[in-house]
């Protein structure tokens, strides 16, 4: 009873334990879990946390017109399994002729991983990934690190790890979120562009604004301007169609990214183009 | 039909929007400088297969390429079969990869560069005209001058040296050795005649 006690700081401190190895100065990498602990066959949220320089900048899933995005290869216990890396919002960063689809400042990427259902508890697991990323100014410059983690496996339900509550409940406001029920999207094809309309059941503030990030390369000119028109409850945006777009393209597919009443969201679209 | 050939090259470089650039359809015509100051049309090299390489010896990924000799390679397998292996450098002044004829020279005879010619373009016309965004940026012009290849060099952009096949557990394949090889050599039809290209953004004006 009393070794229990007397570990159970050491076992905290452990599971918040996340070694960065030499990296480049632009770009600061950790890995952090989100709880205090794993259940055999549970799930533990594991988040890449990167903090960038000031006036640099990683790449979402779709970098745009260049760039890579980060890179994960993980070194799991066995019978681990990797779910989806959860990518946040992204913005738009324009230079000469070129839009790319990316992050400034800090990013979280969010990983689920699944314990095998044998995993013995009372003991410490080790999560470890290779981290790669392009972290780009006007100039590029590629990146490594390893990060680690130790976490403990127990029977029960795990707790929060309360040292990174907050950063994982931040993370999680720049996630997309389901398209609301209420809300209807149309999108057509023509010679020159792609039209997407939205009608969203309610009024937009004049302010509002809009934009479309492509889930795959090659779909839109990504540094045209959207044309966003709003019309009471509902918006358009005019996407420009890449020269190199698939003659057999049947939907548009990306993410819609919506700034409204002081509120940034966004939402995963795959709309079946019209005739 | 001259004129009007060369009142389309002149509003071409005027910078106008840039033209579609369609894989399947003719290539669009231009005139270019070289590192000897001296002007070429693409119309020179009717008859030829012509290879518009992007490029920028800044970026990471152009290093990567250059710097165990494997795009000289290519460069050098294809111009021995006749190729017109154009590089383009069209960073702005005082962007990264703009450099002056004589710098251009020195870097390709220090990295034993293979190709036909190199074109600077500073004004980022011919770029902008092809639709270049990244570099490397590749795109593979038939002898009748039409477009069969546009896009990245090949499906390895986080190709490690010592691995054949790359990440997603495919073989590797250089896109424009392939398109050449089943165009020119085999006279059969592009497979892949259109990717998504990968690198550093080109650094236009």
Known sequence: MKKRILLFPLLLLGATTALAAASPQQVKVE????QASVQPGGIVNVGVRFKIKKGWHLYWQNPGDSGQPPSITWSLPDDFTVGEIQWPNPQRLESPKLADYGYKNEMLLIVPLKAPDKLKPGHMV??????RWLVCQEICLPGDTQVNLRIPVRKRVPAPNSHNEYIFKMGRKNLPSDLPESWHVYASLGAKEFRLAVETGSTLSKTATAAFFPLHPNTIENAANQAFKPSGTSFSLSLKRSDQLAADVKNLEGLLVVNDKGSEKGYWINALLSQ | MRNIMALGLAVALLGSPALAVTVGAKAPTFTASDENGQKHKLSEYKGKYVVLEWTNHGCPFV????????????????TQKGVQWLRVISSAPGKQGYCSAAESKETSKEKGVKATATFLDPEGSLGQSYGAKTTPHMFVIDP??????????DNAPREDDAVKKNENGEAFVNYVDQALQESMVDKKKVSIPSTASYGCGVKYK
């Open chain 2, 144 to 153: 009748k001058g039409t477009l069969i290849y546009a896009g990245a060099i």
């Open chain 1, 31 to 34: 890995l952090l879990a989100e």
């Open chain 1, 126 to 131: 080790r999560l470890s990934a290779k981290v």
């Open chain 2, 63 to 78: 290093v990567s390429h250059y710097k165990k000799g494997k795009m000289q390679k290519v460069q050098e397998k294809w």
